[in-house]
């Protein structure tokens, strides 16, 4: 019920947003008479959008982003898994043992491999925390450069309205090409990056 509120409101917004500009559209073709003749300008459109599954696919900040993310997450999860296969080792050790251990023996070997256990459990627990945090914190690094470039290219272009596109939080359904300014803000942000890194 919640996921079809939240679609609902989407669509809802989606409709009153294209309604809306419609209308400031129609409005602004009102006020100014028609040239006879339309001179070939750039879009003045004051309402954009970027195509975000694009952006995060082609600007290289997010992909080495992305890389790096993994290559952590992979790193953490080799070391989680070969302590736990050293672990694995003891106690099908100690199960092999048992009988010719006293009762001390096993109680203590039982003791430090409950330990043991209860460890490896709480590093995974802390290494899944910590990599949620970097995540977070990554896509949020990301964020803030894609925003300072669309912000930089709204004014620069006088757009009043810049909205995102995404297959997975779709807020635009239907944008005309002559609107969509993906191929551009990527560009901007790909020089930014490149002279970042220098």
Known sequence: MKTTASIFTKFTLG??????????????????????????VENKEPYV?????TILNKYEYAKDVQKSLQDKGKSAENDLGARKQALQREITEYQKNVNTLSADQRQTTEQRLGREQQDWQSRSQ???AEFQNMQAT??????DKLSDQVKSLAKEKGYKLVLSYSRSNPTVIYG??????????????NEAYTKDKK
């Open 176 to 189: 005309d090409k002559s609107l969509d300014i993906t191929t551009e803000l990527l560009k901007r942000l």
């Open 138 to 143: 990554e896509a949020g690094k990301v964020f």
């Open 15 to 40: 409709i009153l947003l294209a309604g809306s500009m419609a209308a400031c559209n129609n409005t602004k073709t009102d006020e100014k008479a028609a040239p006879t003749t339309a001179p070939a």
């Open 49 to 53: 959008y970027y195509n975000q599954d």
């Open 126 to 128: 802390n290494a899944a």
